[in-house]
T-cell receptor
Framework: TQLLEQSPQFLSIQEGENLTVYCNSS?????LQWYRQEPGEGPVLLVT?????EVKKLKRLTFQFGDARKDSSLHITAAQPGDTGLYLC?????????????FGAGTQVVVTP | EAGVAQSPRYKIIEKRQSVAFWCNPI?????LYWYQQILGQGPKLLIQ????????DSQLPKDRFSAERLKGVDSTLKIQPAKLEDSAVYLC?????????????FGPGTRLLVL
């Protein structure tokens, strides 16, 4: 059972369009991380959000952590084919579970030229 | 800075055979993780080490899986005997310490196919 639910499971868009990926849970996390994983590779960290309500921008990517630290979103503006990949969110446990991460099942994003 | 190294990258075995995977974390990283990622799913934690001690192995199928981290550096994960459902990517990750809000760095993974 995944504690983190990601939606949608699959997203196919044209280059230049915008997209949003969601990560939801009933659990509170001390931090939440977003990764991108390409075929044949391990996940690569994109961002870590730690404060409820926090918004972080990384070029065309905008990450938001919910006020209650239970959910997060990733928004990509003007998607490019290089954004294609599996986007994973991972929540880190609180206090007694520091350093323990629960992953969502991922959202497969395909950006076509 | 060198990343997390894993070997082999690919392995094909028949069911009931044994297999071992090796991981070398980033130098100085005290925490090491082994994850199993089945196709279409996110990584699932198998075992977490802090230095050479086990922090969490609650999801490790101990009847067939074992792992060790010698001298708090390299780690090996073994499956004996393998089952068809063990076909997956086995990811190793490391982080500096275990204080919360730490960054995990992943290796490229070992792809296991059990026939």
């Amino acid at each position: 059972t995944q504690l983190l639910e990601q939606s949608p499971q699959f997203l196919s868009i044209q280059e230049g369009e915008n997209l949003t990926v969601y990560c939801n849970s009933s659990s509170v996390f001390s931090s939440l991380q977003w990764y991108r994983q390409e075929p044949g590779e391990g996940p690569v960290l994109l961002v870590t959000v730690v404060t409820g309500g926090e918004v972080k921008k990384l070029k065309r990517l905008t990450f938001q952590f919910g006020d209650a630290r239970k959910d997060s979103s990733l928004h990509i503006t003007a998607a490019q084919p290089g954004d294609t990949g599996l986007y994973l969110c991972a929540g880190e446990g609180t206090t007694d579970s520091w350093g323990k991460f629960q992953f969502g099942a991922g959202t497969q994003v395909v950006v076509t030229p | 800075e060198a990343g997390v190294a894993q070997s082999p990258r690919y392995k094909i075995i028949e069911k009931r055979q044994s297999v071992a995977f090796w991981c070398n974390p980033i130098s100085g990283h005290a925490t090491l993780y082994w994850y199993q990622q089945i196709l279409g799913q996110g990584p699932k934690l198998l075992i977490q080490f802090q230095n050479n001690g086990v922090v969490d192995d609650s999801q490790l199928p101990k009847d067939r899986f074992s792992a060790e981290r010698l001298k708090g550096v390299d780690s090996t994960l073994k499956i004996q005997p393998a089952k068809l459902e063990d076909s997956a990517v086995y990811l190793c990750a490391s982080s500096l310490v275990r204080t919360g809000k730490e960054t995990q760095y992943f290796g490229p993974g070992t792809r296991l196919l059990v026939l």
